[in-house]
């Protein structure tokens, strides 16, 4: 995926998981430095309902295939202590 | 959870998720200084059925309460970087 463009995309993202990747949140997992093949298949699962979670399953459903790639590929580029 | 009785319980885990918490599988998330409350969801969820996937679940299925406390502040509490 592209990393600028899953950056650009990310910006709901930021709010729970973090503009660096780290989430604020206990419940909410960080992101940052994340393997790229596991970010792909769990926001695919979210979307396509194999996953659930009352948060992030609509934030999953508009995604496309491109926006996931996208999205993968600059979470897994972070930094995994959030520098 | 207490750190040391989860690192003595990881020993299975480790061969996937690695010893130092980085996964050496794409398919399998790091779990290095990742939120123990997420932590405790995501090994309930999977021994509970509500999160599914086949290498998962039967690895959860006999974990205790105590276990998934102790498994959580044991990844919870190692180097993102995996250093």
Tied chains: 1, 2.
Excluded: W
Aim: net charge positive; charged share 20%.
């Amino acid at each position: 995926g592209d990393v600028a463009a899953g950056k650009a995309k990310s910006a709901t993202c930021a709010a729970c998981h973090g503009a660096n990747g780290i989430s604020q949140i206990p419940m909410y997992p960080n992101l940052a430095g994340q393997k790229e093949q596991y970010l792909v298949l769990q926001m695919k699962a979210f979307r396509d309902g194999e996953r659930k979670n009352m948060v992030m399953s609509p934030m999953a459903k508009p995604l496309s295939d491109d926006d996931i790639a996208n999205l993968a590929a600059f979470y897994a580029s972070l930094d995994p202590a959030g520098k």
